[in-house]
């Protein structure tokens, strides 16, 4: 497996997993949509996008977008869009692009933040300094 910054060539096949991704959170198809909103990503260079490579395919991807953080005081990678085809889930992928995220943490120095799908305020934050995993709400810090 091959995990690298996506490029313009990736765009048609990384549109088609936003869509599923999208579709797995409730979403409705919207491939034209996905397309546009991908292709200017990569043309903006707004976010960082990390694509799985598997016997030469795409077969999955973390989006990181920049930001800041009121809270941390800091900068950091906000991301909430990971996404593995059903054929190759269970086999650590997902886990290799979190963690290729957390480099990019390590490597500029600033915090990575993921925003969990579960309708509650919970977050988990991942600090570039030894990348350390903690879970926090808006009232506690906790590591886990």
């Not at 997993?17 to 996905?34: C, N, P």
């Not at 077969?59 to 809270?71: A, D, K």
Request: hydrophobic share 45%; charged share 25%.
């Amino acid at each position: 497996m091959l995990i690298r910054i996506a490029i313009d060539e990736d765009l048609s096949t990384l549109s088609t997993l936003f869509d599923e991704y999208r579709q797995s959170l409730g979403q409705a198809a919207a491939i034209e949509d996905s397309h546009e909103f991908m292709r200017s990503r990569l043309l903006e260079n707004d976010s960082v996008i990390f694509v799985a490579i598997v016997a030469k395919q795409v077969v999955g991807f973390i989006q990181l977008y920049p930001s800041l953080s009121s809270r941390f005081l800091k900068p950091l990678w906000y991301f909430d869009d990971l996404y593995v085809v059903e054929p190759y889930r269970q086999k650590g992928i997902a886990t290799s692009l979190v963690e290729k995220a957390k480099e990019l943490a390590d490597e500029t120095n600033v915090l990575a933040v993921c925003r969990e799908h579960l309708g509650q305020d919970g977050f988990l934050l991942l600090e570039s300094v030894g990348t350390k995993l903690t879970g926090f709400s808006d009232t506690s810090l906790v590591s886990l």
